[in-house]
């Protein structure tokens, strides 16, 4: 059974991320969508309601499940038996990160191994932070985020509909 973990703020989930957790679905047997809790971060949704948010969106996947973690990704990868850590890239701009964190993972858990899966070229520009940006001022979202998210963004901001 291949496990893989796609991790991630999903501050809120975006299309971007749908389309790596349907990609990735068809790649592993079971795919676990992990909600990082960073006591250093500022979230603009609860671990609740993220959680809540993707449980909707992998509704239609039936080898995919929702969790959440703290602490070291590796050691969460370690305990629930994942040996593959699916990251996400848009532009030039997300390289240099993801390379640094993959081989600092690497560096901390030599059996986990980390993949990349290129976005597709509709949402190489969609980013959580953006999206709230816009849906807080009022523009129009609803082809950058899944239904059930663009529900949570009005209710965040107050906005009428
Ligand atoms: P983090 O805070 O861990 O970067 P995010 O929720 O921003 O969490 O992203 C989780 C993963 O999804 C990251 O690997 C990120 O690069 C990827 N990702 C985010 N948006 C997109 C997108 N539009 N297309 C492809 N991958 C994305």
Redesign the pocket.
């Known amino acids: 059974m291949r496990t893989a973990i796609y991790?991630?703020?999903?501050?809120p989930p975006?299309n971007?991320?749908v389309?790596?957790i349907r990609r990735s679905s068809k790649l592993f047997d079971h795919v676990i969508v992990a909600v990082?809790e960073n006591p250093a971060k500022v979230y603009s949704f609860s671990v609740e309601d993220r959680m809540d948010m993707l449980r909707e969106i992998v509704k239609p996947y039936n080898n995919i499940s929702v969790d959440h973690f703290t602490g070291l990704l590796v050691e969460y990868a370690d305990r629930i038996g994942a040996v593959t850590i699916i990251?996400?890239?848009?532009a030039l701009s997300?390289f240099e990160y993801?390379f640094e964190l993959a081989l600092m993972n690497r560096h901390l858990n030599s059996k986990v191994d980390t993949i990349f899966?290129m976005?597709?070229e509709h949402?190489?520009f969609?980013?959580?932070s953006l999206v709230k940006e816009v849906a807080r001022l009022g523009g129009d979202i609803s082809d950058k985020v899944p239904p059930v998210v663009e529900k949570y963004l009005r209710n965040l901001y107050k906005i009428e509909k």
């Open positions: 991790p991630g703020s999903f501050d975006t971007g991320h389309d790596i990082a990251r996400g890239l848009r997300d993801e899966m976005t597709d949402y190489s969609v980013r959580s």
